[in-house]
C-alpha cells in the first residue's frame, strides 16, 4: 500500500515517555517532522532512531512555534497533521486522511478532529472533554497560526471542515505533572 502524501510535524518539549507509540502510529505516511523545543530528556536520541526530520527551535507560544515550523522543516506534502507528542493517529484517522490529501479538495483551508482523551488507559467519555474539536489537519499554504494564551488560534484561509474519525490523547507523564500543567496554563491565560 502506498504511503499517505501528509507531513506529519510533532510539536515536543521532554517527551521521551510519549514519542514511541506516536511515531509508531504513523507508518501510514511518509514524511514526519518533529519540532522541539530543546528537550533535555531523550527526545532528540529518539527521533534519531526512528530516522525522522528533527528540528530545534526556542518555545515563544504554540502558534509562534507552529509558524516557525510550517516556514523552516520544509513539509514535503501540501497537506500537514499536526500532533502534540502525547497524540496517537488511529488507522482509521491515518486513512482517512490518506484519502482527503490524495483529493485535495479545492476551497478547503483545514481540518477539525475531535480529540479523545485518555488517563490510565482508560477513555474518558462521559467527562466534558468529549468531544473536543481541534484544528490540526491544514493546508500548508492556507493556515497561519496567532498566539492565544496558552494554546493558539489560526486564521485560516478557505473552509474548515470535520474529520469522522478521532485523535487520540493520552498523557503518561502521571497526575501530579497534569495537575502543574494545568495550574501553568490557567496562570498564562490569568
Known amino acids: 500500500m502506498s504511503k499517505a ?21 504513523l507508518g501510514w505516511c511518509d514524511d514526519v517532522i518533529v519540532i522541539d523545543s530543546y528537550s533535555t ?13 528533527f528540528f530545534q527551535n526556542r518555545f515563544e507560544g504554540f502558534g509562534s512555534q507552529r509558524n516557525w515550523a510550517l516556514d ?8 500537514v497533521l499536526i500532533l502534540d ?14 484519502r482527503i490529501a490524495e483529493a485535495d479538495p479545492a476551497g478547503v483551508g483545514a481540518y477539525r478532529v475531535r480529540r479523545r482523551f485518555y488517563m490510565w488507559g482508560r477513555w474518558l467519555r ?3 472533554l468529549y468531544p473536543t474539536w481541534v484544528v490540526r489537519f491544514i ?19 478557505g473552509e474548515i471542515r470535520d474529520l469522522t474519525h478521532d485523535l487520540i490523547d493520552e498523557n503518561l507523564k502521571g497526575i501530579d505533572e497534569w495537575f502543574e500543567r494545568q495550574n501553568r496554563y490557567s496562570r498564562k491565560d490569568a
Open 5 to 25: 502524501p501528509v507531513s506529519v510535524m510533532i510539536f515536543t518539549l521532554d517527551e521521551e515517555i510519549h514519542l514511541p507509540s506516536c511515531l509508531d502510529a
Open 85 to 98: 507528542a502525547d497524540e496517537r493517529v488511529t488507522p482509521e484517522l491515518g486513512e482517512e486522511l490518506k
Open 139 to 157: 493546508h500548508r499554504d492556507r493556515v497561519r497560526y496567532i498566539n492565544r494564551g496558552h494554546a493558539e488560534t489560526q486564521e485560516v484561509q
Open 41 to 53: 530528556d531523550r527526545t532528540e536520541a529518539i527521533c534519531r532512531e526512528w530516522e525522522v526530520r
Open 126 to 128: 462521559y467527562s466534558s
Open 72 to 79: 523552516n522543516s520544509q513539509p514535503h506534502h501540501p497537506w
